[in-house]
């Protein structure tokens, strides 16, 4: 079955960075998208970006653009999420998520989440 595993999360102060990185296995990985989402406490799960199976397109929901960067390497069926500038409001559990189409969802396919926690 369809696995993905989430790393790299941690504590990081406000303007710092870090690379999230999602493992996948149990399908051909560079035949779907791939996105991330983050669900901070109290609030629902929100969409964060997402990106297609070549990797040549992307998207960000507003909040993270120009800030965060979502990229894969299908040699070795992992997607990234590179965060720049955080800031306290980017703090949440983040969730790598996976469908069965080339570029965006339905998803439904999930990691544990990774947790994310930028200090003031």
């Known amino acids: 079955q369809v696995q993905l595993v989430e790393s790299g999360g941690g504590l990081v102060q406000a303007g710092g960075s870090l690379r999230l990185s999602c493992a996948a296995s149990?399908?051909?990985?560079?035949?779907?998208?791939m996105a991330w989402f983050r669900q901070a406490p109290g609030k629902e799960r929100e969409f964060v970006a997402s990106i297609n199976s070549s990797g040549g397109s992307t998207v960000y929901t507003d909040s993270v653009k120009g800030r965060f960067t979502i990229s894969r390497d299908n040699a070795k069926n992992t997607v990234y999420l590179q965060m720049n500038s955080l800031k306290p409001e980017d703090t949440a559990v983040y969730y790598c998520?996976?469908?069965?189409?080339?570029?965006?969802?339905?998803?439904?396919?999930w990691g544990q989440g990774t947790q994310v926690t930028v200090s003031s």
């Open positions: 998520a996976s469908g069965d189409r080339d570029f965006g969802g339905p998803f439904d396919y």
């Open positions: 149990g399908r051909t990985f560079s035949r779907y998208g």
